[in-house]
């Protein structure tokens, strides 16, 4: 099925494997999806991602992390902020904090895909991607 939004696609597959406490999830491959798993990656949110599959039909394999011995998820929220009919950017000055520093705003920006707090340090603003915390 393709998805219109790839980057809520993307989530959305995070968050039902993390409530299925899966170890992993497949995602559609794409630029935007990769360069988002490489944030949760360096973040500490996923434990790594690789391409799996030929030609047309790459897939990135997401391995999840989970804390303790009852397997809590890392990941306890992912929400979707700047969508296909609304866009939300936001200027170097404006960046969002996800509970005060403790999650994380991904912003597609023009030097490409980082953190809010990246943003910041390089004083560049953007699209307002999503929230992880």
């Known amino acids: ?10 989530l959305t597959r995070i968050r039902n494997a993390n409530l299925a406490r899966h170890q992993t999830t497949e995602i559609p491959a794409t630029k935007m999806t990769r360069s988002i ?16 599959g030929e030609g047309v039909k790459k897939n990135l394999v997401v391995s999840l ?16 902020i700047s969508k296909p009919g609304l866009r939300v950017y936001s200027n170097r000055k404006d960046l969002p904090r996800v509970l005060g520093g403790i999650g ?3 912003i597609s920006t023009s030097s490409g895909i980082m953190t809010d707090r990246e943003a910041r340090r390089q004083g560049l603003g953007g699209e307002v991607l999503c929230y992880v915390w």
């Open 1 to 10: 099925m393709a998805a219109n939004d790839t980057i809520a696609d993307m």
């Open 37 to 52: 798993a490489k944030v949760l990656k360096d973040e500490g949110f996923i434990t790594e991602f690789e391409e799996a």
């Open 65 to 80: 992390k989970y804390k303790g011995k009852n397997r809590q998820p890392i990941v306890t929220a992912l929400k979707r």
């Open 104 to 106: 994380i705003a991904i």
